[in-house]
Each structure stands twice: as structure tokens, then as C-alpha cells.
């Protein structure tokens, strides 16, 4: 079974620049999750789907940062303008469903904004 | 809301002796409690979870964690750790429908 896809593996840009991590689940995964995950800090979560609907994004910081889920399979994540402090890894993950089923991750995003 | 803590930034253990990871939770209700490892450059991998049921649960790699509701504790155990458990691992507690990491423990296995 293939598992979580994500790229880029690694980004560096300049703040103010935008950039946008393209993350594909396992097949048939209804719910996908983004996290950010700041050096020395466990993984926080921004947002959550659940198919192509949000299902908790109220520690996304949605002046700069936006996702979507149009067809309900793959998903894309934007930072503009991205700030120094944006810099993490950001991971993607995917699940069955949202109960108390195991969330599998994709290898991340390390993004350094300079 | 529930959390988790890991109390230790770092444990370091050689190869052959038993290792834990300590997790502590705060919740309310029944807690729903998972551990996950982080190597270098990859993705968190499940290890194992609690739901309900009995308090010691097994999961991959040889792992096995142990919820003790009193003290509201759900540490990761191996009997005998090798040098390729030297990892990142995470102790997450599900809050309403996501799920809240710890801040992790960075566990050393010298040969």
C-alpha cells in the first residue's frame, strides 16, 4: 500500500514570498490532516478534512495561510506571505476516518523562510 | 481541553537494557492515547494506541505501553532496546475529533 505522498521535501524562500506543499493520502482516506511542526515541538495541528469539507481549521492563521481539498482525494497548502517564524516542517497525514483511528504521515515539507 | 506531557527531553539507555518513555495525560472523560516515532528526515509512524480494554497494550517494533488511569500515565515500554530505536517519539491524546502531540523525547540506545 502506498503511503502518504508529499512535495516538496525541502523549500527555502524569502519571507514575504509564498509557497504552496502538495500532499496526497492513501487511498481512500476520507480525512486528511495538515500539521506544523516547529523545530523542538510536537507536530500542532492547522487543518482538517473530512473528504472535501473543513472539518477544524481554527489554528490555521488564515491571514497568510489557506488549504484546499477540491476533489476530496490530494490537497494543497499555502503560506503568502510566509514570515521567518513560518519556518517548520510541515506534515501531512491521513486517516480513515476522524474517530480514534491511526493517522498515517508523510514524510514532510522542512520549509526555511530566510 | 486534553493534553499530554513528556516529562523527559531525552532518555538514554544501552542496547539491551529495558527503555521507557514517560507520557503523562490530562483529560476529561475517557482518554483515547497513541505513541508515535520520528526518525530523521521521515513522517511520524503509529506505534500502538489505547481506546478501552486492557491497560497493557502491544504495538510494533517489540513496543508496549501501559495505561495506569490513577496516575494517569501511559508509558512506552521496551524490555530490551536496540541501537535502531534511537528515535523521536510522541505521546498524543485525542481531543474531540484531532489529535494533541506531545512535545516529544528524543531517545539515545548506545551500543
Known amino acids: 500500500e502506498a503511503g502518504v505522498a508529499q512535495s516538496p521535501r525541502y523549500k527555502i524562500i524569502e519571507k514575504r514570498q509564498s509557497v504552496a506543499f502538495w500532499c496526497n493520502p492513501i487511498s481512500g482516506h476520507a480525512t486528511l490532516y495538515w500539521y506544523q511542526q516547529i523545530l523542538g515541538q510536537g507536530p500542532k495541528l492547522l487543518i482538517q478534512?473530512?473528504?472535501?469539507?473543513?472539518?477544524?481549521d481554527s489554528q490555521l492563521p488564515k491571514d497568510r495561510f489557506s488549504a484546499e481539498r477540491l476533489k476530496g482525494v490530494d490537497s494543497t497548502l499555502k503560506i503568502q506571505p510566509a514570515k521567518l517564524e513560518d519556518s517548520a516542517v510541515y506534515l501531512c497525514?491521513?486517516?480513515?476516518?476522524?474517530?480514534?483511528?491511526?493517522?498515517?504521515f508523510g514524510p514532510g515539507t522542512r520549509l526555511t523562510v530566510l | 481541553a486534553q493534553s499530554v506531557a513528556q516529562p523527559e527531553d531525552q532518555v538514554n539507555v544501552a542496547e539491551g537494557n529495558p527503555l521507557t518513555v514517560k507520557c503523562t495525560y490530562s483529560v476529561s472523560g475517557n482518554p483515547y492515547l497513541f505513541w508515535y516515532v520520528q526518525y530523521p528526515n521521515r513522517g511520524l509512524q503509529f506505534l500502538l494506541k489505547?481506546?478501552?480494554?486492557?491497560?497493557l497494550v502491544k504495538g510494533s517494533y517489540g513496543f508496549e505501553a501501559e495505561f495506569n488511569k490513577s496516575q494517569t500515565s501511559f508509558h512506552l515500554k521496551k524490555p530490551s532496546a536496540l541501537v535502531s530505536d534511537s528515535a523521536l517519539y510522541f505521546c498524543a491524546v485525542r481531543d474531540d475529533y484531532k489529535l494533541s502531540f506531545g512535545a516529544g523525547t528524543t531517545v539515545t540506545v548506545r551500543a
Open positions: 497525514a491521513s486517516s480513515l476516518g476522524y474517530s480514534h483511528n491511526e493517522q498515517f
Open positions: 489505547y481506546i478501552t480494554g486492557d491497560n
Open positions: 478534512f473530512q473528504n472535501n469539507g473543513v472539518v477544524d
